[in-house]
């Protein structure tokens, strides 16, 4: 069994739809957890990280972290094409600053959002 | 910024030869991750450095790999020899205390 699970989907919505994206792990010692997007031919880029359990906002997006079910989603509300990607959860154990970068992800989800 | 910098994009090569990844970390970033994609597996950690020195090299898949890193600004990556079962897009990453990870756009490695 991975240590991160992740649907890889694919998703496919329409335009404005809210879209809700989740990961399920293991490991009880993960305390940060993290959602990458990734466009295609590039690398993983940052959207969103929150420490041990609760919401986070920042715009359109929603992350939330259920510890004690060992559950993170991420919601995109009002989603567009440009939202169009894969979207990857990581996390890490809070074992000191070099654990920040050893991340585990998930396999990835890839989303579509078509007009 | 430039941002974390890869070369080459792609690599097309043969079984059997020796391939070189090469990567140029955000200046003033002192981890230097390197990170293995596939379709399989997803991203995987290989190898991460901290102010040069190799912290942990536990996801090297063999000694056929090896990761070097000469300075605060280049790193490599090497596979001697390669096989076909090494395609992938390897990613390099970096980033300094409390900063979060940056990714490189990656090298897209075929070996046939």
């Known amino acids: 069994q991975k240590e991160v699970e992740q649907d890889p989907g694919p998703l496919s919505v329409p335009e404005g739809a809210i879209v809700s994206l989740n990961c399920t792990y293991s490991n009880s010692a993960f305390q940060y957890f993290m959602w990458y997007r990734q466009y295609s031919r590039k690398g993983p880029e940052l959207l969103m990280y929150t420490y041990s359990s609760g919401n986070k906002e920042d715009g359109r997006f929603t992350a939330q972290v259920d510890k004690s079910s060992k559950y993170i989603s991420l919601f995109i509300r009002d989603s567009q094409p440009s939202d169009s990607a894969t979207y990857l959860c990581a996390m890490s154990p809070n074992a000191g600053g070099t654990s920040y970068g050893k991340l585990t992800f998930g396999q990835g989800t890839i989303l579509t959002v078509h007009p | ?112």
């Open chain 2, 1 to 112: 910024d430039a941002g974390v910098i890869q070369s080459p994009r792609h690599e097309v090569t043969e079984m059997g030869q020796e391939v070189t990844l090469r990567c140029k970390p955000i200046s003033g970033h002192d981890y230097l991750f390197w990170y293995r994609q596939t379709m399989m597996r997803g991203l995987e950690l290989l190898i991460y450095f901290n102010n040069n020195v190799p912290i942990d090299d536990s996801g090297m898949p063999e000694d056929r790999f090896s990761a070097k890193m000469p300075n605060a600004s280049f790193s490599t990556l090497k596979i001697q020899p390669s096989e076909p079962r090494d395609s992938a897009v390897y990613f390099c990453a970096s980033r300094s205390q409390g900063s979060p990870l940056h990714f490189g756009n990656g090298t897209r490695l075929t070996v046939t």
